[in-house]
């Protein structure tokens, strides 16, 4: 069965610094990843996914990601991050092809960003 | 297109009492998708509907909770005699089935305290 971790509960970061989220994916043959962003009082909102095609994945807010097969890594990047950026981030592995949505999430990584 | 909107947004309720919370989605999705997220954990997954038809439930799904989706469209949850266990919030999702692009959209979420 799939599953996912998320191997940093809290990140703090500068504003203006870098940005990598991680997370560890476990997959059957075919991966269906997402990252998913939720602001205070918010819904979960799609940030990036990927299930086929090219490996590098543009997403919202300017934040990017490269599927690597070979590390079942698809970790979200951002060059320089802004304080609307702090959020709770929550990776996630869909159940297979006519069911992607059925996700299985991980337990999020809280971004917290210093002025 | 208004997204996909829970009500109510948040709701108190004295153990042992009935509980009903309805989720509308986007008008054209044909899926629509109940988790629930604990404070400190993602959304899990409990059940999800494909039109009118009820397609899976989740083992986290006890016998006093029941979801129906009449006619396809807004859909309800309801838990019966509450326990304090029940304290959560209880996401919607829909999406468009059509091939390995499905992408969900969250709403917003009903927050339950069972006191």
């Known amino acids: 069965a799939q599953s996912v971790t998320q191997p940093d509960i809290h990140i703090t970061v500068s504003e203006g610094a870098s940005l990598e989220l991680r997370c560890n994916y476990s997959y059957g043959a075919t991966p269906y990843l997402f990252w998913y962003v939720q602001s205070p009082g918010q819904g979960l909102q799609l940030l990036l996914k990927y299930f086929s095609g090219d490996t590098l994945v543009q997403g919202i807010k300017g934040f990017e990601a490269e599927f690597k097969r070979s590390q079942s890594s698809f970790n979200p990047r951002k060059p320089s991050v802004h304080w609307s950026d702090a959020a709770e981030y929550f990776c996630a592995v869909g159940a297979g092809f006519t069911n992607a949505g059925k996700s299985t999430f991980g337990d999020g990584t809280t971004l917290t960003v210093k002025p | 297109d208004t997204g996909v909107s829970q009500n109510p947004r948040h709701k108190i309720t004295k153990r042992g009492q009935n509980v009903t919370f309805r989720c509308d989605p986007i008008s054209e999705h044909n899926r629509l998708y109940w988790y629930r997220q604990t404070l400190g954990q993602g959304p899990e997954f409990l059940t999800y509907?494909?039109?009118?038809?009820?397609?899976?439930k989740s083992r986290l799904l006890s016998d006093r909770f029941s979801a129906e989706r009449p006619k396809g469209s807004f859909s309800t949850l309801e838990i019966q005699r509450t326990e304090q266990g029940d304290s959560a919030m209880y996401l919607c999702?829909?999406?468009?089935?059509?091939?390995?692009?499905?992408?969900?959209?969250f709403g917003p979420g009903t927050r339950l305290l069972v006191l």
């Open positions: 999702a829909s999406s468009l089935i059509g091939g390995p692009q499905e992408t969900q959209y």
């Open positions: 509907f494909q039109n009118e038809a009820q397609l899976e």
